[in-house]
C-alpha cells in the first residue's frame, strides 16, 4: 500500500514577547522561532476502507478528534474532497505540554505528509490558512529554520538562518503546563505594555545575523509557580551554556552550547530529568529532511 513518513521536528523560541490581550480573546505575540533537530515520527498510508484511525506509541495521548494529525488529516480530506481513508503511525519523541511545538509540528507533518502522499498541491496561501486554523504555530512548520512570529504568532516571515548551534533541552518529568493556563498567569503580569520595542526595531535586531539574545517573557510567572525551572534554567548557565531559556510556555529549558561534546557534558548534570543533545536546523537543512521517504 501506498505510504510517506516524514520527521516532525521541535521548535525553541529564542526570542517571545508577550504583548497583551487582544480583541478577539488571543495574545500579541513577537517570536522568534527557530527548529532543531529532535523529532516525531509520523507515517501515513492510503487505505481503501474511508475514515482515519490513528495510532500512538504514547497512550497518553488521544487518538481521535482531540489529536491534532487527527484534525489536520480530516481538513485537507475534505479540503481535497478525498474518499480514501488513510491510516496514521505517530511515534513520539518530543515530550507534550514542555513548549516544545510537538503537537503543531505533528500537524503540520500530516498536511504535508498527505499532499505528498495524494500526490496534490494546495496554493501556498490557502495551505497557510489551513495550518492557522489548527493551531497558532502551525504554519511556521511548513517551513522551519528561523522565523519570525507575529499576530497569535501564526503570522510568519523567514529570517537569516543562523550559525548553528548544539542544544540541550531539559524536561522536568515532574512538571507539564498548559499553554492556556501559561498565558492566564502572564496575563495577570501585563496588559498592554506602555513602552513596547517598535516592530521595525525587533525586526532589525531579529534580521542580524548575530541575533539579539534569547529572552522569554512567560519566564517571570512560570518560574514564579516552579521554583525549579528556574534552577534548571541556572544550571544550564553553570554548565557553559553560551544562552539559556524556557521553551515557549514551558516546562522545558534549554541552553545553546558551542558544540555538541559540551552539550553532553552538561546533560549529565540533570539525572532526574529527561535530556535532549540536540541541534539547530536551518531551513535548508528542515526542507531536506521533510522530502520524507515514501514506497508503495
Known amino acids: 500500500m501506498q505510504s510517506v513518513s516524514l520527521p516532525a521536528f521541535a521548535k525553541i523560541n529564542l526570542r517571545l514577547h508577550v504583548l497583551g490581550k487582544r480583541a478577539d480573546g488571543y495574545h500579541e505575540l513577537r517570536t522568534v522561532f527557530q527548529t532543531i533537530s529532535l523529532h516525531d515520527t509520523l507515517r501515513l498510508t492510503l487505505t481503501r476502507h474511508p475514515g482515519i484511525s490513528l495510532e500512538t506509541d504514547n497512550p497518553a495521548l488521544p487518538s481521535g478528534r482531540e489529536n491534532l494529525v487527527w484534525r489536520a488529516l ?110 492566564r498567569w502572564v496575563s495577570r503580569q501585563l496588559t498592554m505594555r506602555k513602552q513596547v520595542p517598535r516592530l521595525h526595531s525587533f525586526c532589525a535586531l531579529c534580521w542580524s545575523l548575530q541575533g539579539a539574545g534569547v ?40 541552553g545553546l552550547f558551542r558544540n555538541p561534546a559540551q552539550a553532553r557534558r552538561a546533560a549529565r548534570g540533570f539525572p532526574k530529568d529527561q535530556v535532549f543533545v540536540c541541534k539547530t536546523l536551518s531551513r535548508g537543512e528542515y526542507r531536506r529532511a521533510r522530502r520524507g521517504r515514501g514506497g508503495v
Request: charged letters at 25%; glycine letters at 12%.
Open 215 to 254: 529572552s522569554n517573557d512567560f519566564e517571570t510567572a512560570i518560574f514564579r509557580r516552579y521554583p525549579r525551572l528556574a534552577r534548571l534554567k541556572q544550571g544550564l548557565l553553570r554548565r557553559g551554556a553560551l544562552e539559556a531559556a524556557l521553551a515557549g510556555s514551558g516546562s522545558a529549558v534549554f
Open 74 to 183: 480530516d481538513a485537507l480530506r475534505r479540503e481535497l474532497q478525498l474518499r480514501r481513508g488513510v491510516r496514521a503511525e505517530l511515534t513520539k519523541r518530543i515530550p507534550t505540554a514542555r513548549g516544545l511545538g510537538g503537537g503543531s509540528s505533528d500537524a503540520a507533518a500530516a498536511l504535508v505528509g498527505m499532499l505528498r502522499l495524494c500526490r496534490r498541491q494546495l496554493p501556498p496561501a490557502r495551505l497557510v490558512k489551513l495550518a492557522a486554523g489548527l493551531g497558532a504555530d502551525v504554519p511556521f512548520f511548513l517551513f522551519g529554520g528561523r522565523a519570525l512570529g507575529i499576530g497569535r504568532g501564526d503570522e510568519v516571515y523567514p529570517l537569516p538562518d543562523l550559525p548553528g548551534h548544539a542544544i540541550l533541552v531539559v524536561s522536568p518529568r515532574d512538571v507539564g503546563i498548559s499553554t492556556r493556563e501559561a498565558y
